[in-house]
């Protein structure tokens, strides 16, 4: 299926498959409005038989039914979650999991290019991506250019553990919010701890194969 | 109850009955040391929440490698010690980062003692002279004369021989003169 | 002339020992961190920064907050994504200094953004607000709710970059 197809039926929710459409509907929601739920559920059905994870989808309906949102806010804001995490598996590859392509959402919202997330996956080649991913949506967050972010993470990422890199984000967390450039203190906190000094906005030739073990 | 006890029993008693398994044992450990360390991290780093980061570490990294505290009666000289190294990690990562001066909030908070303008002027000119001295000699300086340790303390907590401590403690204190006399003629 | 040099050094060694005021959390904050590891006396669980419980070990390693690990254990094995298989998760200590504060709890994809689900405890006079919940890895958006009405998000962590439902959430990532 193409993407412009699979958005379409993403985004009206329709069930693409009949035994999913049968599935038994998620009992938390049930807390949604009768009317979100009416429209969610077939979203949520949908995603599932084009083999998205969907617990990410039944968070978004229950955070807006917690925080007492509209109904069509809600619909609208599982709908485009949806949509984005296909973007997201267009971007990544169908072994991508669901911490991966949340972190994925995230990044390409807050801005960064499609080809990024691609350079990334195929530079970490066997790598989880989970926290590379959600590292990189985070530096681009606080400010610092997507592209820059990726290489840094990049560099990083073949040498030191997934707790190394989030601790390394919270340093440049801290010196952004003490008033550091954001693209200067993630250059200075993780171009230091990269062993080999690589640069922001350089990139290396990727060393292995994009072929990923599924997470 | 807790409370007696903690003021009251010695390092080695309360690193005792937190590897038995009293982890809140802890926390009579941490109240001791806490001030003491942390005005060495603030001093030392001239920032406050870097300062609070590295404390926080250094006893998480305490509390996870007690076991290997060899004497726990000087529990205090052993967290010391993990303090500066990790005094010394957070300062080089930053060395080559363009300076934040952040005013620490507990400057301000006691700057309406005695002559407030007076007072808060001092204390940044300090702290603009301790920025310009050498990270090891700012260590020295600090170990010589704020915590008041011996040399053969010093030795123990830097791993630094007695005759480099004395230069580096030498050599600082010429400097912060120099530039605490141009200061002061200011 | 060496005594005023002296005195100099004097002077700035006194002022350098004033005490420094830290964070009035921070005692929480060690303590929340020390009791999310207390396996950690064992030396095989050195190795890493955050180690990592079954959910029934997270059931008895946050014995002290019995009233929220119900939850989280169940959430837990419904997160796995494959039934049936053990998810390892991390402890994660959640802290606000909210001295003003008569309740707060935490909400997340973690515990279904339930309310009630994750209460905060209250540390003493400090002001600060603890909770510490197991999560398997993953990405987790939340935020806390102050007194039942107030959601904010949390201080010391990203901001999320969407906010769908007119507040803002925070974002954590946990790794393996």
Same mark, same amino acid.
């Given at each position: 299926m193409n993407a412009i197809a699979r958005f379409v039926a993403l985004t009206l929710g329709i069930p693409l498959v009949a035994a999913t459409a049968a599935r038994a509907q998620d009992p938390r929601l049930e807390r949604l409005p009768a009317e979100a739920r009416a429209s969610v559920s077939p979203v949520i059905d949908?995603? !599932? @038989?084009?083999?998205?994870?969907?617990?990410?989808?039944?968070?978004?309906? /229950? *955070?807006? +039914?917690?925080?007492?949102?509209? $109904?069509?806010?809600?619909?609208?804001?599982?709908?485009?979650?949806?949509?984005?995490?296909? !973007? @997201?598996?267009?971007?990544l590859g169908r072994a991508a999991g669901q911490?991966? /392509? *949340?972190? +994925?959402?995230?990044?390409?919202? $807050?801005?960064?290019?499609?080809?990024?997330?691609?350079?990334l996956r195929d530079a970490l080649g066997l790598r989880q991506l989970a926290v590379p991913l959600g590292v990189t949506a985070d530096l681009t967050l606080l400010g610092v250019p997507a592209d820059s972010a990726a290489s840094l993470v990049i560099a990083l990422a073949r040498s030191v553990a997934d707790s190394d890199l989030l601790a390394l984000q919270r340093d440049v967390e801290r010196s952004v919010a003490l008033g550091a450039a954001p693209l200067a203190a993630a250059s200075q906190l993780l171009g230091d701890a990269a062993p080999t000094g690589l640069e922001a906005g350089t990139a290396r030739t990727p060393a292995t194969p994009t072929t990923r073990r599924k997470p | 109850m807790g409370h007696t006890h903690r003021e009251t029993a010695s390092d080695g008693a309360l690193v005792r009955r937190v590897l038995a398994g009293d982890?809140?044992?802890?926390?009579?450990?941490?109240?001791?040391?806490?001030?003491?360390?942390?005005?060495?991290?603030?001093?030392?780093?001239?920032d406050q929440a870097d300062a609070e980061d590295a404390l926080q570490e250094t006893f998480v990294r305490a509390y996870r490698n007690l076991g290997q505290c060899a004497d726990p009666e000087r529990f205090g000289a052993w967290v010391f010690r993990i303090l500066v190294n990790r005094c010394r990690t957070i300062g080089g990562q930053r060395a080559k980062r363009e300076r934040v001066v952040v005013r620490s909030e507990a400057h301000v908070a006691e700057?309406?003692?005695?002559?407030?303008?007076?007072?808060?002027a001092w204390r940044e000119a300090i702290r603009w002279a301790l920025d310009r001295l050498s990270p090891e000699q700012r260590e020295a300086f600090l170990l010589k004369y704020v915590e008041e340790l011996s040399y053969e303390e010093m030795m123990e907590i830097t791993g630094a021989g007695e005759s480099a401590l004395k230069m580096r403690v030498k050599r600082a204190c010429e400097a912060m003169r120099a530039m605490l006399a141009e200061v002061e003629r200011a | 002339m060496p005594e005023m040099e002296d005195e100099l050094i004097g002077r700035v060694a006194a002022e350098l020992r004033r005490p420094v005021r830290l964070d009035p959390a921070f005692d929480d904050r060690v303590m929340a961190a020390v009791r999310a590891h207390p396996l950690a006396l064992r030396p095989w669980l050195f190795r890493r920064r955050t180690f990592s419980v079954t959910p029934l070990g997270a059931l008895a390693v946050a014995a002290g907050f019995a009233g929220l690990i119900v939850?989280?254990?169940l959430q837990l094995a419904r997160r796995s994504e494959e039934p049936?298989?053990?998810?390892?998760?991390?402890?994660?200590?959640?802290?606000?200094?909210?001295?003003?504060?008569?309740?707060v709890t935490l909400v997340g994809d973690f515990n279904d953004w339930d309310a009630a689900a994750t209460p905060l405890r209250a540390t003493g006079?400090?002001?600060?607000?603890?909770?510490?919940?197991?999560?398997?890895?993953?990405?987790?958006?939340?935020?806390?709710?102050?007194?039942?009405?107030?959601?904010?998000?949390?201080?010391?962590?990203?901001?999320?970059?969407?906010d769908d439902f007119g507040t803002p959430n925070s974002v954590l990532t946990v790794g393996t």
């Open positions: 949908s995603a !599932r @038989a084009i083999g998205l994870p969907t617990e990410p989808l039944v968070d978004r309906a /229950l *955070e807006g +039914a917690s925080k007492n949102a509209p $109904a069509p806010l809600i619909v609208q804001a599982v709908r485009r979650l949806a949509a984005d995490m296909g !973007r @997201a598996r267009d971007v911490a991966e /392509l *949340e972190a +994925a959402v995230d990044a390409l919202r $807050a801005g960064a290019p499609p080809d990024v997330l691609v350079r | 982890v809140e044992a802890y926390a009579g450990l941490v109240a001791r040391y806490r001030d003491r360390l942390g005005r060495y991290a603030v001093h030392l780093l001239g700057a309406d003692v005695e002559h407030p303008a007076d007072r808060q | 939850a989280t254990t049936g298989t053990v998810t390892a998760a991390s402890v994660v200590p959640f802290v606000l200094h909210a001295p003003d504060a008569r309740s006079a400090s002001g600060s607000w603890v909770v510490t919940v197991p999560l398997p890895p993953g990405r987790y958006r939340y935020a806390f709710v102050v007194d039942g009405t107030r959601w904010i998000p949390d201080p010391a962590a990203p901001r999320a970059p969407d």
